[in-house]
C-alpha cells in the first residue's frame, strides 16, 4: 500500500513539474508580425499577417471592436468592416505568446487617403476625340470638375475625357479635377492646336515661324480657372517669330 502511495506521489510530482516548466514558466526569445502597422481604408477588408515565435502558442488577447480575427495555423486573417463615418479611428491589436506582448496600432480612415491615375497625362488629337485614365482612390463620392469645351465622366473606376476640336493655335494643357472625399486629384490632358493665327506680317518675303505662328514663344500651362497662361520662348526661331 505504501508502495503504491508512493508511486502515485512520484507521477503527480512529474505531472506538475511538466506543468509549470511547460505553461506556468514557458517563455519565449521572440514574438514578431509581418506588418508593424494595419490600415484600412473607408471601405474596410482583408489583411493577414503571419506571426512568429519559438512559444509553444501564441493567442490573440485584443482585437479592437471593427476587427474579427481568425488564425490559420500561423497566419492571422483581421477583416474590418465598412466604415459608415468620416472618423479616423486608432486602435490597438494585442497578441500573446508566453512572457511576450505585441502591440500592432490598427487605423481606419472614413475619408480618402490617396487619388491616383493611370496614365497621369492624357493625349488628344486635334480634331477631337476620347482617352482614358484609370481611376485608383479609397475614398466615396468622387465627382469631376471639367471646362466648358471638355466632357468627363466616371464609370467603374475609369476617367474617360471627351474634348472637341481645338481650333486655336496654340496647344491647350489643362486638367480635369476630381474630387474623392475631401481630396483633389488632377488627372492632366494636353491637345494640339491649328498652328494658325492671325498675324500681322510685313508685304515683303518675311514669314512666321510654323513653330510658334510668329509670337516667338509656344504655350505650356493654361489655369481654366484664373485663365493665366505661362510660355517658353521658341526653340524654333529662337524667340523671334520669324521663319
Not at 49 to 77: F, H, M, N, Q, Y
Not at 153 to 175: F, Q, R, W
Request: proline residues 3%; aromatic residues 8%.
Amino acid at each position: 500500500m505504501k508502495k503504491g502511495i508512493i508511486t502515485a506521489v512520484f507521477f503527480i510530482a512529474i505531472a506538475a513539474g511538466l506543468y509549470f516548466t511547460g505553461y506556468v514558466f514557458d517563455s519565449a526569445s521572440h514574438l514578431e508580425a509581418s506588418q508593424d502597422t494595419l490600415v484600412y481604408g473607408k471601405a474596410g477588408g482583408v489583411q493577414k499577417i503571419c506571426i512568429s515565435t519559438d512559444a509553444r502558442r501564441w493567442t490573440v488577447e485584443r482585437a479592437p471592436k471593427r476587427i474579427r480575427a481568425d488564425r490559420d495555423g500561423d497566419t492571422l486573417i483581421l477583416k474590418c468592416d465598412y466604415m459608415d463615418s468620416k472618423m479616423t479611428i486608432i486602435d490597438t491589436l494585442y497578441i500573446k505568446a508566453a512572457d511576450k506582448r505585441l502591440a500592432i496600432p490598427v487605423k481606419q480612415y472614413g475619408r480618402a487617403t490617396f487619388i491616383r491615375f493611370s496614365p497621369d497625362t492624357l493625349s488628344i488629337p486635334q480634331s477631337g476625340g476620347t482617352a482614358t485614365a484609370r481611376l485608383e482612390t479609397d475614398g466615396e463620392k468622387i465627382s469631376a470638375l471639367f471646362d466648358k469645351n471638355v466632357d468627363a465622366k466616371i464609370e467603374d473606376g475609369v476617367v474617360t475625357v471627351t474634348l472637341t476640336p481645338n481650333e486655336n493655335g496654340y496647344e491647350l494643357l489643362s486638367y480635369v479635377l476630381i474630387h474623392s472625399d475631401q481630396l483633389d486629384g488632377k488627372l492632366y490632358y494636353r491637345q494640339p492646336g491649328t498652328g494658325k493665327r492671325n498675324v500681322i506680317i510685313k508685304k515683303d518675303t518675311t514669314k512666321p515661324c510654323p513653330e510658334c505662328g510668329g509670337l516667338g514663344k509656344l504655350l505650356t500651362a493654361y489655369n481654366i480657372g484664373s485663365g493665366e497662361k505661362s510660355y517658353k520662348k521658341c526653340h524654333v526661331c529662337n524667340g523671334t517669330g520669324k521663319q
